[in-house]
Every structure is written in C-alpha cells, then in structure tokens.
C-alpha cells in the first residue's frame, strides 16, 4: 500500500530564509504525480507544486522548488525567500491510480510551518 | 484552477438529526468529486469518491448509510451526516479532479459542529 511520511511535524524560519520540508513515499508504481499543498488558517487547500514522476526536471514555481529523488522515494519542498504570508500547514500528496479515468491523493500527515517576522 | 464552493460554511447541529453539505463545482463539468474530513490538527481522510450518475465509492472504514453522497449532475456533489452525533464533528472538505494532471481542486470546507 501506497504512504506518504511528513517526519517534520513543525518547523519554523526566519523571514527571507530559505526552508526545506521533507516527504517521503512508498509505492510500486512508476508513473504517479506528486503534489505539495498549503493550508493556510482560513483551511483552504492551495497547490503549491506539482511534480510528474517521469519527468527527471525538478518542479519550480517562483520561490517554490522541489528535489525530486525517484529513486530514493523523496520530494522534498524548498521554500526561499520566505515570507509571513508562507506561514501554514503543508501537505505532501501521492496520487494513486484507482480504475480507469480516476485518481485518489493519498495525504501525508502535515508539516506546520511558521514564518518568524 | 477550477471554483470550488461549499455550502454552508459552518454548521451547528443536534445530536441526531441530519445535516446536507453542498459542494459545487462553478467553473468545471466535474465528472469526478471528493469528500474528505479533517480532524484538529490531523491531515485530509478521504472518505468517499463521488461520479456523477453512479454510486459513491467509500473508503474502508467510512458508514455509506451515515455518510450519504449525491453526485446528480456534474457541478453539485452533496453529504449528507445522517443521525449525527458529536464525534462526527469535523471539518469536511470536498475537491473535483481535473486539469494537467488529473490534480484535484478544493472546496473552502465545512466546520460542522454536532452539540
């Protein structure tokens, strides 16, 4: 069965510092998706990153990147240049193939990160 | 990405009587739904998978007489908690799949609060 491990329960950084959340995954499959989501205090579910397992490139959206380690079973989320704003619980996210045309996100247990003015 | 709404946004009921969720999808023919819930503190459990015009599929685990899903159309997906009771206090969340990727898209939840 697939699992999805957030080993970091909390975390915090200073404002414009750079912080790496880790995520690690258990499967047998070759080609799955991987996504980063930010809940915020108002608990709404934002996608942060998306990375697709076949492609080798590592995923980046602006301050956001990840180190995508197929292999090793690791997606860790880089987040640089951080600011008050970031301050939220993030969710690391399998997606598993179910039947034909439909997917479910398998969540990891979170990591809470608080940014330091 | 896609709209996803909620309604209502927060919820107080009685022990035992039932209360509806409404997930719609504004800007997308979501053939696909989600419903999770989530505890204090603790990550999304899915619940059950919503296609529209067929039965749900609940995760093992999760009552489908308690937890009763409609998917009749492709923008509106409803919960509804029958008999509930203080322990289904929880924040439900649902989400639609699609775009690159098949990602899912998140309704804003709902705090449901059983007295």
């Known amino acids: 069965a697939q699992t999805v491990t957030q080993s970091q329960p909390e975390m915090s950084v200073q404002e414009a510092e750079t912080v790496t959340l880790s995520c690690t995954y258990d499967t047998s499959e070759n080609n799955y998706y991987l996504f980063w989501y930010k809940q915020p205090p108002s608990r709404q579910m934002i996608l942060v990153i998306r990375?697709?397992?076949?492609?080798?490139q590592n995923a980046t959206e602006n301050r956001f990147s990840v180190n995508f380690q197929k292999a090793a079973k690791s997606f860790s989320l880089k987040i640089s240049d951080s600011q008050l704003g970031d301050t939220a619980m993030y969710f690391c996210?399998?997606?598993?193939?179910?039947?034909?045309?439909?997917?479910?996100?398998?969540f990891g247990t979170g990591t809470r990160l608080k940014v330091l003015a | 990405g896609a709209v996803v709404s909620q309604h209502p946004s927060w919820v107080i009921c009685k022990s035992g009587t039932s209360v509806k969720i409404e997930c719609r999808s504004l800007?997308?023919?979501?053939?696909?739904m989600f419903w999770y819930r989530q505890f204090p503190k603790q990550s999304l459990m899915l619940m059950a998978t919503?296609?529209?015009?067929?039965?749900?599929?609940?995760e093992q685990g999760v009552e489908k007489d308690k937890f009763l899903i409609n998917h009749a159309s492709l923008t509106l997906s409803t919960l509804t908690v029958t008999s509930a009771h203080p322990e289904d206090s929880s924040f439900y969340i649902c989400?639609?799949?699609?775009?690159?990727?098949?990602?899912?898209?998140f309704g804003p939840g709902t705090r449901l609060t059983v007295l």
């Open positions: 990375q697709e397992a076949y492609k080798q």
């Open positions: 919503s296609n529209e015009g067929s039965k749900a599929t609940y």
């Open positions: 996210a399998f997606m598993k193939h179910v039947y034909s045309g439909t997917y479910k996100y398998i």
């Open positions: 989400s639609i799949s699609g775009g690159a990727g098949n990602e899912q898209f």
């Open positions: 800007d997308f023919q979501a053939t696909t």
